[in-house]
């Protein structure tokens, strides 16, 4: 039988609205408001999981997003499947199923356990130690460490839900909503800023909404009744936007902070479709106001981890707030006064406290005398040593503390127990402080680490500034407030506090035991298994860095990032290398604060939005074309054409043949085009240029080859000269924007005395390549008044002509070797000037080719691609290019850079061709080119850049970079493959018509 | 994530803008007199410091211009923006 531990109705459950959800297969109930953990307590269920490397079984610790231990697989199995959810932080609903995460093959019998007995041989850094050598047995550990660890299934099919973005601007945020939240963020409002408070909880008012002590009160109301009241006003406020389950996960500098909303992870399947699921926010506020609270610390001390064990204000806040008992034996063991009052809840409730175990001498606060008077029994200066218990904690063995803290002394006491609250002190949450760039210090007395110097527009307020009891947090929060926002009067001026709270506390980082260190398990991180003698041990080897201890002992590295631990692991080290805390330092806290999930950080970019695509204005005829399409940068290209179910090499013979036989055309649409006017446009290109620009007569195009100030080639392309102070220069089609960017920067920064203005119209014309020996019969056919002789429109010259009432710009210029035509019209005619020319060219077999068939064509020819056969490194001389390189220009970008003795290396790579000694064999691009077979290790003379076989030719033909080639003509060399080596011959990189005849054809 | 003040625009996300090394570095007005080593001064060496840093910026996805920018890269704090040209503050 389930036995139920629901011990009163809270107002925050609805008793009416019960709801059944699967947790490892077994059903069980709850009620509307519970979260899975406390409806799992409520059915006596502790034990949720095991631990990553010791598989010891582990119960539900807290009641938060800190939660170590309870980490399942939420919907295990359906495509809306999420693993490392915390128990804590799941609202169960109809039809939830969840189950443990790390073990195998169950929760409750796991074969990982077997760790848990082998643990000697588990020490820090076991991993780093063991794993590594050697190398070979790798495979076969890590199949053995991934199988046992289970850290989570992803989903196998797409996700269903909806995910959004959202930019918000506001005056103020407050983050978090307890009481320092909801006054901070209702004066901000009230003083005319545009506020936003979040929260990640689905009900506003932290810890204190649940805060019933007696000896507390704020206008003569319980701190809960009177903090209901201030919520109930939060709705008539204007200009206060409130969102609650949102958890900023990111805090980046100028208060740019990222947070993310749930909408529907508690709703029921059927409610969920259609919605968006989660929401990223980015939001830019002029202030931020952290009241991001404290967490709760546990006590390190032998065995700590057993099922039952857990944080003493977590099982204050599941009996006043979820009325779930999470024992029918309760004891607690503090430092503070804490635990009283969670022992002080319980027992109003009728729930049995067996003893408090407190390390510190005395306490005579008026909340240790109210639970002595109920009859509780409270250890001083006694500390537990030893817990029992596997599945479930069932007792503890106490024995008195020595006075300096070190050791235990006297007999041993055991009380049986079945759940164990530990009260360890509070920890500020500063991690999104931190996270914001700003600075903390340590606090010697309250041992706590607390913001110190704020580097952005913000404030700390309440616990996490370091304020704890309530009339120090209002009357800090008012100052702060009145500060920060620069204002005179605020709601907290006359609010009247009465407290009676001591803030008395022995802190002791590491507790002893009756059994040396060796001999006991202090977990300071639960969830990776770190014990305080694996930190010891870590600090005997030699590691003295924090960041360094933690790596090596995996300490803080789970998905909790040690919430929990990491200040006991600070304080183990400090103590232990005999330094203070403050001068240690602490690890870094980053983002997301809280695990985000992929979809909300993708939120609408998925499948077609992932990235943006460009197509060309001839695109829809390439597609009604059937041409396969490639990308280059964001373009979609036509890369070839495949008729009757040609392959790919098929179809790339047909057309590079069709195009140098006959005639062919290419979409050339994508090549960058660059607007240049103004008087010192000619000294512009001169300048950036390797070539002379002064000369070039208008209405004449020339290639240009431009470098890097280090003398590198960086693009290429052909500009032509419209006018007198008007050029257009095209680019590279993927180096177009960084081409603009590059010349914009030396206009305005270097040269900002040349009249000369950029505009990029890559988008506003479409271009059509003609080409091959009847290219000039088909235009004519377009343009028939245009006279094309060689006399009146020669190669590498411009005309502007009509065709029918469409104005468009004609360049005789060749990629191909072959005789052509780059018919450049407004973008909007592409696809009609696209038409036409096919029309026309029909009776002569035109040929639509893409971008493979082009790079062939101009590989035949050996003119480069910048950025295939170049790679940054390549200088005009090492391409063989000397003759682009003006001698008497006095300075262009990179100028000096080609007489730098690096670059003058006869031994560079050079751009040469080579031929396979067999001509059917096709080199792979890529593939290494050495110069010896049987020599090892053998120096790698290049690489192969491009390599086709060339239907014009008949042969393979291949370029490629090779050390000190120039001088190589006629040598052989080799390039070895895995099953063959392959005989290559270097040769001249123009493979096809050497003496450029066929431009002229 | 920074807020950056464009000096022709105003106030805008850093995504809108590309960093451009570091300032006032000019390219030298006559290369070819300089020596291998001083050209490489100009090339290749940049200060990265942890401290007060003089950058370059371009609003690279709003007005396209440069501008100079005064930054302490310990805590990201932008002391000043000031046009190209401009001389920088004191
Ligand atoms: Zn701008």
Redesign the interface.
């Known amino acids: 039988m389930i036995k139920n531990l629901r011990v009163k109705s809270s107002e925050y459950i609805d008793e009416t609205n019960r709801i059944s959800f699967k947790f490892n297969g077994k059903t069980y109930h709850g009620f509307k408001g519970d979260t899975l953990a406390s409806a799992l307590l409520a059915n006596d269920v502790h034990l949720v999981g095991r631990s990553f490397k010791y598989h010891r079984p582990r119960g539900i610790m807290t009641s938060g997003s800190e939660e170590p231990n309870a980490i399942v697989q939420v919907n295990p199995g359906t495509n809306r499947t999420e693993p490392n959810v915390r128990a804590t932080e799941v609202e169960i609903y109809e039809g939830l199923e969840a189950s443990s995460q790390n073990c195998w093959p169950s929760v409750e019998f796991d074969i990982g356990g077997i760790n848990n007995f082998l643990s000697p041989f588990f020490p820090a850094g076991f991993y780093y130690k063991t794993f590594m050598w050697p190398a070979s047995f790798w495979e076969k550990y890590e199949f053995f460490i991934r199988h046992s660890a289970g850290l989570g299934k992803s989903p196998t099919s797409n996700d269903p839900d909806i995910y959004d973005h959202r930019n918000i601007h506001c005056d103020v945020l407050v983050v978090g909503a307890g009481i320092s939240g909801i006054l901070a963020a209702k004066n901000a409002a009230k003083n005319n800023f545009k506020t936003l408070l979040v929260d990640e909880k689905n009900e506003l008012g932290g810890s204190t909404i649940f805060e019933n002590n007696k000896f507390n009160k704020i206008d003569n109301k319980t701190p809960s009744e009177w903090l209901k009241k201030e919520i109930e006003e939060l709705k008539n406020i204007k200009n206060l936007e409130i969102k609650t389950r949102t958890s900023v996960a990111a805090y980046h500098q100028y208060n740019y902070l990222l947070a993310r909303e749930n909408l529907t992870d508690h709703l029921e399947a059927k409610d969920k479709t259609n919605k968006i699921r989660q929401r990223l926010l980015k939001i830019r506020a002029k202030k931020v106001i952290l009241a991001t609270g404290a967490l709760e610390r546990p006590l390190i001390f032998n065995n700590n981890d057993r099922p039952g064990i857990m944080l003493s204000s977590a099982i204050k806040k599941y009996s006043e707030f979820y009325g779930v008992a999470c024992g029918s034996k309760n004891v607690f063991f503090t430092n503070n006064d804490s635990a009283y009052e969670s022992a002080l809840s319980l027992y109003n409730k009728g729930i049995n406290v067996e003893a408090i175990i407190d390390i510190r001498e005395q306490s005579e606060s008026k909340i240790v005398k109210k639970v002595k008077e109920a009859g509780i029994k409270v250890y001083w200066s006694h500390t537990i040593v030893d817990t029992a218990g596997y599945k479930r904690l069932n007792g503890i063995s106490i024995m008195k503390l020595s006075n300096d803290g070190t050791s235990v002394t006297g007999s041993k006491i055991s009380i049986s127990c079945d759940c164990l609250g530990v009260a360890g002190g509070w920890t500020p949450a500063v991690h999104l402080y931190t996270q914001s760039g700003s600075k903390l210090k340590f606090d010697e007395e309250k041992q706590i680490f607390l913001p110190n110097q704020n580097t952005s527009q913000q404030i700390s307020v309440g616990s996490c500034g370091g304020d704890f009891k309530i009339d120090e947090i209002i009357k800090n929060l008012n100052q702060k407030l009145k500060d920060n926002l620069n204002i005179k009067e605020t709601d907290l001026d006359n609010i009247k506090v009465e407290i009676d709270q001591e803030n008395s506390k022995r802190n002791i980082w590491l507790l002893p035991s009756d059994k040396p260190l060796g001999k006991t398990k202090p977990f300071v991180d639960y969830q990776n298994d770190a014990t305080a003698k694996d930190i010891k041990l870590a600090l005997r080897e030699g590691f003295r860095s924090i960041e360094h201890v933690k790596r090596y002992t995996t300490t803080g590295m789970g998905t909790d990032q040690g919430k929990l631990g990491n200040m006991h692991a600070l304080g183990i080290i400090a103590d232990t290398a005999g330094v203070k805390m403050g001068e240690l330092g602490t690890t870094t806290f980053r983002p997301p604060y809280t695990p985000l999930t992929f979809g909300t950080i993708v939120g609408r970019n998925v499948g077609k939005f992932f990235d943006i695509f460009r197509r060309t204005p001839i695109n829809d005829w390439h597609v009604e074309n059937k041409a396969e399409f490639e990308n280059v940068g964001q373009w979609k290209r036509a890369w070839y054409y495949p008729i009757n179910g040609e392959t790919m090499h098929q179809a790339v013979q047909r057309e590079s043949k069709a195009a140098r036989e006959s005639a062919g055309i290419l979409d050339a649409s994508t090549l960058g085009k660059i607007d240049i006017q103004g008087s010192d446009a000619s000294e512009f290109l001169n300048r950036v240029y390797t070539n002379a620009w002064s000369k070039l007569a208008v209405g004449k195009c020339r290639y240009g080859l431009m470098l890097n100030e280090d003398g590198m080639v960086y693009d290429d392309g052909v500009t032509t000269r419209l006018g007198e102070n008007h050029y257009i220069m095209t680019t590279t089609t993927g180096g177009a924007a960084n081409v603009l960017g590059k010349l914009e920067d030396y206009l305005q920064t270097e040269w900002p005395e040349l009249d000369v203005y950029l505009t990029s119209v890559t988008d506003h014309y479409a271009t059509a390549s003609l080409c091959g020996p009847n290219s000039k019969n088909i235009l004519k056919k377009i343009i028939p008044d245009l006279d094309l002789s060689d006399e009146n429109f020669p190669h590498m010259s411009f005309k502007e002509a009509h065709i029918g009432n469409i104005q468009c710009r004609i360049m005789r210029i060749s990629f191909t070797g072959e005789h052509s035509y780059e018919i450049n019209v407004q973008a909007s005619y592409g696809k009609d000037l696209w038409e036409k020319c096919i029309e026309a060219g029909k009776e002569f077999n035109i040929t639509p080719y893409g971008t493979e068939t082009m790079h062939l064509l101009r590989a035949e020819k050996g003119f480069i691609i910048v950025g295939q056969d170049t790679d940054g490194t390549m200088t005009p001389i090492d391409l063989q290019m000397d003759w682009i390189v003006s001698k008497k220009k006095y300075d262009f970008i990179g100028k000096r850079s080609l007489y730098r003795s690096d670059t003058m290396r006869e031994d560079r790579k050079q751009l040469v061709g080579l031929l396979t000694d067999d001509p059917n064999i096709v080199l792979e691009e890529g593939a290494q080119i050495v110069s010896e077979l049987n020599q090892s290790p053998v120096e790698m003379l290049g690489h192969v850049t491009s390599s086709y076989f060339s239907p014009n030719l008949k042969k393979s033909i291949a370029l490629a970079v090779v050390r000190g080639g120039k001088d190589m003509m006629g040598k052989k060399l080799f390039v070895p493959m895995e099953n063959k080596n392959i005989n290559v011959t270097v040769a001249n990189p123009v493979f096809y018509d050497e003496k450029n005849e066929r431009l002229n054809a | 994530?920074?807020?950056i003040n464009c000096p022709y625009c105003g106030e805008r996300?850093q995504q809108e803008f590309?960093a451009?090394g570091e300032a006032h570095i000019?390219?030298?007005k006559?290369?070819?007199e300089?020596s291998?080593d001083e050209?490489?001064e100009y090339?290749f060496m940049r200060k990265n410091i942890k401290g007060v840093q003089f950058e370059?910026w371009?609003h690279?996805h709003g007005c396209?211009?440069?501008f100079n920018m005064v930054r302490d890269t310990s805590?990201?704090?932008i002391k000043a923006i000031y046009k190209?040209?401009e001389k920088p503050p004191a």
């Open positions: 994530m920074f807020l996300d590309k451009g000019e390219r030298p006559q290369p070819t300089l291998d050209w490489a090339l370059r371009n690279a396209r211009k440069w805590n990201d704090e190209m040209g």
